[in-house]
């Protein structure tokens, strides 16, 4: 069975850019979640999704949005990149909702803003 | 707010060497307790969880203990290996609808 695939693996934007992240999820979970991995932060929630609507959002700034596709895959978006943006952005996805189901990551995908 | 505090790192171990990891956290009531594991370019793993005080979570040799008391959830291992080499995330849940809080990491290396 395949993992959560990211894409891409590495995208490297300049400051003022749009980026846009994407994440499949194990075939069958119906929850997305978006992660932010950056460097002596650790990991901050950003959003979470399921069956197509935000279900929670983290503390981070309106240009950071994304969505959930009818096929469950989801895609984040970041506007007016700024430098501290560059990070490990990290997909999870699980079955259903909550503490019952485990959340499986995808590899992530670096984003370095120049 | 709630939060997530770990020992700080990086923890350097030889092989057979006795493993643990602080845990404390700051939630007001039951929230799930979690260990998840990140392996060298890999993603986050779940290691271990505990939904209720007592309770003990074990996997792969791996132990914690949720301890209301004292709010911990420390993470043990009796004999580590090189391959248990790792950044090793505490982490809690309130609810079933609340984002799964994490602590910083602490990066373990094991040295033959």
């Known amino acids: 069975e395949a993992g959560v695939t990211q894409s891409p693996t590495h995208l490297i934007k300049t400051r003022g850019q749009q980026a846009t992240l994407r994440c499949s999820p194990i075939?069958?979970?119906?929850?997305v979640y978006w992660y932010q991995q950056a460097l002596g932060l650790g990991l901050q929630f950003l959003l979470w999704?399921?069956?197509?609507?935000?279900?929670n959002r983290g503390n981070f700034p309106p240009r950071f949005s994304g969505r959930q596709f009818p096929n469950y895959s989801s895609e984040l978006n970041v506007n007016a990149l700024e430098l501290e943006d560059s990070a490990l952005y990290l997909c999870?996805?699980?079955?259903?909702?909550?503490?019952?189901?485990?959340?499986?990551f995808g590899p992530g995908t670096r984003l370095t803003v120049t | 707010g709630d939060s997530v505090t770990q020992m700080e790192g990086p923890v350097t171990l030889s092989e057979e060497a006795f493993l643990t990891i602080n845990c404390t956290y700051t939630a007001t009531g039951y929230p799930s307790l979690f260990w998840y594991v990140q392996y060298p370019g890999e993603g986050l793993q779940l290691l271990l969880k505990a939904t209720k005080a007592d309770d003990k979570g074990s996997n792969k040799g791996f132990e914690a203990t949720y301890r209301k008391e004292t709010t911990s959830f420390h993470l043990e291992k009796g004999s580590v290996q090189v391959s248990d080499s790792a950044v090793y995330f505490c982490a809690l849940q309130k609810t079933s609808y609340d984002k799964v809080i994490f602590g910083p990491g602490t990066s373990l290396s094991v040295i033959p």
């Open positions: 075939s069958g979970h119906t929850s």
């Open positions: 999870a996805s699980s079955l259903g909702q909550g503490m019952a189901y485990e959340q499986y």
């Open positions: 999704y399921d069956e197509g609507e935000e279900r």
